[in-house]
């Protein structure tokens, strides 16, 4: 038979069977009326889950190529900006700032640690006059969510535009990008918006938007201009992936459907039944724990287990696909996503396949106790 | 009941059943074995298509982007490079180029003019020394079809790189990466690849890569060398859209099954079958009467006529959608494309539905050709 296969990872994450179907549609041409209601639909609808009254763009690739049109549009050769690091998503925006020519202060914290306010306060007035400052919600390589809130208004009492990487958080915690002033939220298709990846997005406020009108760096296909342009006439400039936007409409209504604060708190109830039943069974996070990390869980293997082996095993035994570690923590840490389309019973797989994987592998794991506490721990919070 | 669809444009084409099926499938992780094996497969599968010995890359976008990855990788500012262009898509080049601050020659022909050796053979001498040509195989806003091998040539010839826009002519109409010399081609999945829109793809030649290592223009998910060090282990920098990687996976199988030469033959008979049938029923032919320009038949409404009534009549009455000229011509002409996942019978639809909503707008048709037409021109060169 078949083996059944369950995918764990904080991206891409599982897509609900509608959502699927949607894909299997024949393809439809990208400037005729049916291909139109449904791609404006769809900005209507993203603009809800940004929580925002400005533009959220749309372009065909990776959540990198959104990342990269924020840097390409806001940057001019030797402006000074200011990322904040704490892993390898926040090293990304460095990358891609060097790649532009910004004059780049990189505060870079631990990996694993989770960014504060007095981190950017002072980053900031050590770096002096910044324009643009880039942060990242959700370090999915470590599962720290920061207080993006409180980090936005430091950067903007300095007069800096703020960019977030919201890849893996929107849509899983909260996120309120006119709210809290953020110029810039950038987010993908295939985290917790429940869509296979292919299409990513970039909201504009209108201080970003004249910040790009000066912005000098090389750039065609991830320019905002001649993408707003487009989408202001419900056209695009190239052709989009409309099979992805199709399906990104489906799972927006879902997500919609379900409401907004109601998955975020179905999140954060998926985090702390993670989190409960791996304490349970005597492991040690790596990640916070705390309810704003609720996009995907890092823990740390047992003394004398490699990380990567449990990945594996995972993988060979019960087709089940968690993440290793990134970078320096390959094989110190495993992760198991839970965004989007999960329920508590996929926690419980999760947690039971890891202990016996554990437990075969000689490490001492508490038999038995994880996925009943896992689903108390669900239980004790009950939805909104 | 369900309106029947019937999707004739020049790009997104038409998806067989089964490349839709697969679209359909769970998401799987791009960093696991199942992809691996699918990915790979695909690579190898492109390199045949492309009849090339080198790496065809591989990146999440429009073919736009594939089109800003070749100028990006092959510019520094100020560098002398020539674009021939005889339509919407050759301008494009003239534009990403401009935006990469190459220092751009732009050879312009007359829209639907058939660029030649001769013209670009002057071009270049008329220029200087000049180091990257950029052509376009297909040019899909005309229905032109250049003698790219000629072309090539000629560039190899001045000692210049030769860079194709292949995006609507790979799969369709003979090309010869390696052996006709040229360094680099774009192409995109939404084409004669029958596959949806999503991912595009570049070919690149040894001197290619060596001029990628001498650019300075800003580059991040296009960078040449990023993605290549990637696929070299089978995996992507940025996460793939991996829905639309299986669906192509299908279609080159299905495409190679056929084979390329049949597959080459059969759009050259689609072709001949549209325009024998456009030329019987009275109409004027705008792309040029002959067999290489079998991707989309471009032809001019009878005097009187918009050409922009034609397309909206022909989805409005019948479902079915076609292309309108672009730029200045729209409204001049009108294209049915037939790339890809077509028969003659796909043919003899379009046909029968324009000659009616002609013949309906007053135009002076002869009626009931048409049809026998094409079906005669196809049956008298039979496949190969």
Redesign the interface.
């Known amino acids: 038979m078949a083996e059944k ?1 369950y ?1 764990m ?1 904080p ?5 609900p069977p509608e959502v ?2 949607e ?8 400037r ?2 049916d291909y139109r209601e449904i791609y404006g639909r769809c900005l209507v609808r993203l603009r809800e889950v940004y929580r925002t009254e400005h533009d959220v763009l749309m372009f ?6 959104a990342l ?1 049109s924020a ?2 549009n806001l940057t001019s050769p030797g402006d000074r900006q200011l990322v904040l690091s704490a892993g390898n998503f926040g090293e990304r925006w460095a ?2 700032g060097r ?3 910004a004059d780049l202060v990189h505060a870079r914290l631990e990996w694993g640690e989770t960014p504060e306010a007095e981190d950017l306060r002072s980053a900031l007035a050590e770096a002096g006059d910044v324009r643009v400052v880039y942060l990242t919600h959700s370090e999915t390589s470590t599962g720290v969510v920061c207080d993006v809130q409180s980090l936005a208004a430091v950067a903007k009492d300095a007069g800096a535009l703020v960019v977030v990487d919201a890849v893996s958080s929107l849509g899983a915690v909260p996120l309120e990008t006119d709210a809290w002033g953020i110029d810039v939220v950038v987010s ?1 298709s ?1 985290k917790a918006l429940m869509t ?4 990513a997005f970039v909201s504009v406020s209108p201080e970003a938007l004249e910040a790009a009108g000066r912005s000098s ?5 991830f ?1 905002w201009e001649r993408t707003r342009n487009a989408q202001a006439k419900l056209d695009a ?8 936007v199709r399906a990104l409409d489906v799972a927006l209504g879902l997500l919609l459907d379900e409401g907004l604060e109601e998955g975020f708190n179905r999140h954060a109830r998926l985090g702390r039944a993670c989190r409960e039943g791996a304490k349970a069974m005597g492991l040690e996070l790596f990640s916070p724990d705390e309810d704003r990390s609720a996009v995907v869980t890092a823990i740390r293997p047992p003394e004398g287990v490699d990380a990567t082996e449990v990945v594996s095993a995972l ?1 060979d035994r019960f087709g089940i ?1 968690i993440a290793n570690g990134q970078g320096a923590l390959k094989g110190k840490i495993f992760r198991i996503g839970h965004i989007g389309w999960f329920d508590v019973f996929d926690i419980t797989t999760a947690l039971a396949a890891v202990e016996l994987v554990l437990a075969d592998a000689g490490a001492e794991i508490e038999r038995g106790i994880a996925v009943t506490r896992a689903l108390d721990a669900w239980a004790e919070h009950a939805a909104v």
């Open positions: 296969r995918l990872t991206g891409p994450t599982p897509v699927l179907a894909l299997a549609r024949p393809v439809i041409h990208h005729e009326r065909t690739s990776s959540g990198t190529g990269e840097v390409a990358g891609i790649a532009f020519g993908g295939q296979p990846p292919g299409i760096a090389q750039r065609y296909v320019d400039p190239f052709t989009p992936a409309v099979s992805i993988r696909t």
